[in-house]
């Protein structure tokens, strides 16, 4: 069956952390932050997304203040712009106080697992919110990284939280899902899942997909890198591979795409666009 995925939009990465994976330390300074949005926004994102805290194995978790002094200032900044900004975070005095300064998405990697009180704000504020599916808060460790069939476990574990955030009051046009690729999935799993989206799709809700630069996109040739033997290649060599991700994405009717380089992407999506216009007019 072919979808149609003219829509699927483009959500910008800004991590305004010093330690995140492929951009940490480069959006620190508020300034800057607001001026790379701004050249998301001019090279195609339909939204950006501002996080406070790497998620990135081995990191320390920012107090509160923290992600709160290295976010507000950006949302504030860029939803005074009109921008349509989305805040990564799994707190939900960040998220509500990012709300009250112009966001319109709340992102949340725990899937509403890190805060009781997310539900709870997000039922009361009425935001979209990204539900992302990721083991690393389980208590038992051996299990955050075994799955029997990825695909299966992550549509029913995201179908967990769905009903416990209706639960709460959440509405349903309110959610969006996202697989969550690489957390606490290895590389089999990711591509399992990239296989799989059309199941995560089929749910009926709208799905984000952030595979950008992450780490199982650094194995595809690893001679034509300069990374010593066995190790990925660097983060922003592998955009080209992210925007084939994107196309498969789109393909599979995801809602969204959560990438850090926009213009590899938004060609994918175009050629994707026009193909299936050109197809239609046969
Ligand atoms: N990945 C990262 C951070 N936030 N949010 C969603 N919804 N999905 C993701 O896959 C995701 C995310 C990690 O990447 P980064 O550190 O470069 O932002």
């Given at each position: ?60 978790r920012p ?116 697989p969550g ?83 590899p992407t ?17």
């Open positions: 069956m072919r979808r149609d995925m003219r829509h699927t939009s483009i959500m910008g990465v800004l991590n305004v952390t010093p330690d995140s994976f492929s951009d940490g330390g480069r959006w620190t300074d508020p300034e800057a932050a607001v001026a790379h949005a701004r050249t998301l926004l001019a090279q195609g994102a339909d939204l950006v997304d501002v996080g406070g805290e790497s998620t990135r194995p081995g990191s320390t107090s509160e203040q923290e992600e709160l002094e290295r976010v507000l200032p950006v949302v504030s900044a860029l939803a005074a712009e009109g921008c349509a900004v989305s805040i990564d975070t799994m707190r939900a005095p960040v998220a509500e106080a990012a709300l009250q300064a112009g966001a319109v998405l709340v992102n949340d990697v725990s899937g509403g697992l890190g805060d009781p009180a997310m539900g709870e704000l997000v039922a009361a504020t009425g935001a979209r919110y990204v539900v992302m599916h990721w083991r690393g808060l389980l208590s038992d460790p051996a299990a955050r990284h075994h799955y029997d069939d990825v695909v299966q476990e992550v549509c029913r574990e995201l179908g967990d939280r769905v009903e416990a955030l209706l639960g709460q009051g959440v509405r349903q046009e309110q959610l969006v899902l996202d690729f690489g957390f606490s999935k290895d590389a089999a799993h990711n591509w399992q899942l990239l296989a799989g989206l059309d199941r995560v799709v089929a749910l009926g809700l709208p799905v984000l997909v952030g595979t950008s630069r992450k780490r199982f996109l650094g194995r595809l040739a690893p001679q034509a890198h300069q990374a010593p033997e066995g190790e990925p290649s660097p983060p922003a060599d592998r955009d080209a591979a992210t925007a084939a991700t994107s196309l498969l994405a789109a393909q599979a009717g995801a809602w969204a795409v959560r990438v850090h380089e926009v213009p938004r060609d994918a999506l175009v050629v994707w666009r026009m193909t299936q216009e050109a197809d239609d007019a046969r």
